[in-house]
Nanobody
């Protein structure tokens, strides 16, 4: 059973930065897609960034501002978020998936493993 635990969320003013971390227990990130999703009430969970075998992908809305990285030795995933905007507000979830086809899947349904989420609030 994969266990994912996020940390690093909080409240920040627009233009600020936050760094999210996700620690994995039981199983390694190696050989899996790992990524970050965010969700707001009443909306679908959106993939923000993903990484597999060193290859990264980002939602258009965060390109150039967010950076995903991983430390395989520590089995930890990171999301550096810079130049934050109010529309970045949401619950951020760490996720892992063994489904790798032409990159990491977009749809949340293809990600079986989830953390409990960490709230990010950006005020204007």
């Amino acid at each position: 059973q994969v266990q994912l635990v996020e940390s690093g969320g909080g409240s920040v003013q627009a233009g600020g930065s936050l760094r999210l971390s996700c620690a994995a227990a039981v199983v390694t990130f190696r050989g899996r897609c790992v990524g970050w999703f965010r969700q707001n009430p009443g909306k679908q969970r959106e993939r923000v960034a993903s990484i597999y075998d060193g290859s990264t992908a980002y939602a258009e809305s965060v390109k150039g501002r967010f950076a995903i990285s991983q430390d395989n030795a520590k089995n930890t995933l990171f999301l550096q978020m810079n130049s934050l905007k109010p529309e970045d507000t949401g619950m951020y979830y760490c996720a892992a998936s063994q489904y790798v086809t032409m990159g990491c899947p977009l749809g949340a349904i293809y990600w079986p493993y989830w953390g409990q989420g960490t709230q990010v609030t950006v005020s204007s």
